[in-house]
């Protein structure tokens, strides 16, 4: 089954083929038109944008050479009846997004189990916040940052583009 590569929702029936992707409509073929052309710049260049993106300085605490990427932790807290849930997404480094993870780890061990879902849940959100600190450790870019870069980077070429064309 197709999945598109805008939206990310499954089609059966009809869909847009453009180069290597499938979008589920038009509307998405059209707003996806930055991946095709993020697809059609060398790879050398993609990962040249990712390692600097990586290497420099920190949104928030500054420090440069820490491992700028795209770093999430899941909250989980529990209340009788009731589950709080909080994804977050932060762009940061190494060393504030282990800060950030440890401190949902913590918050999670201890407030998660407070109702009989969260009995069930809890272990399960501690443990996909370790594969998140797991990843956090990595060295390199990650995918996702150079696939998010990519896809700016042809963003701007598409804008800069119109401007060329309207002039
Ligand atoms: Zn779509
Ligand atoms: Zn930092």
Do not use: Y
Not at 32 to 43: E, F, M, T, Y
Not at 109 to 127: A, N
Request: aromatic share 8%; net charge positive.
């Amino acid at each position: 089954m197709p999945v598109c590569s805008e939206c990310g929702s499954l089609f059966f029936v009809g869909g847009v083929k453009a180069g290597s992707r499938k979008f589920c409509s038009e509307r998405c073929a059209e707003k996806g038109k930055a991946l095709l052309v993020a697809d059609a710049i060398d790879p050398a260049d993609i990962q040249r944008i990712a390692t600097s993106f990586f290497d420099r300085a920190c949104p928030i605490c500054g420090k440069e050479n820490g491992g700028v990427d795209i770093q999430r932790d899941h909250r989980l807290i529990s209340a009788i009846v009731v589950q709080t849930f909080q994804n977050r997404r932060l762009i940061c480094c190494r060393s504030c997004a282990l800060k950030a993870q440890f401190g949902t780890l913590g918050l999670t061990s201890v407030l998660g189990w407070w109702s009989i879902r969260g009995i069930f849940m809890t272990p399960i959100w501690l443990g996909w916040n370790a594969i998140e600190i797991g990843k956090t450790l990595r060295r390199k870019p990650s995918r996702e940052l150079s696939e998010l870069l990519a896809r700016e980077t042809a963003e701007s070429l598409l804008a800069n583009a119109k401007i060329t064309e309207s002039q």
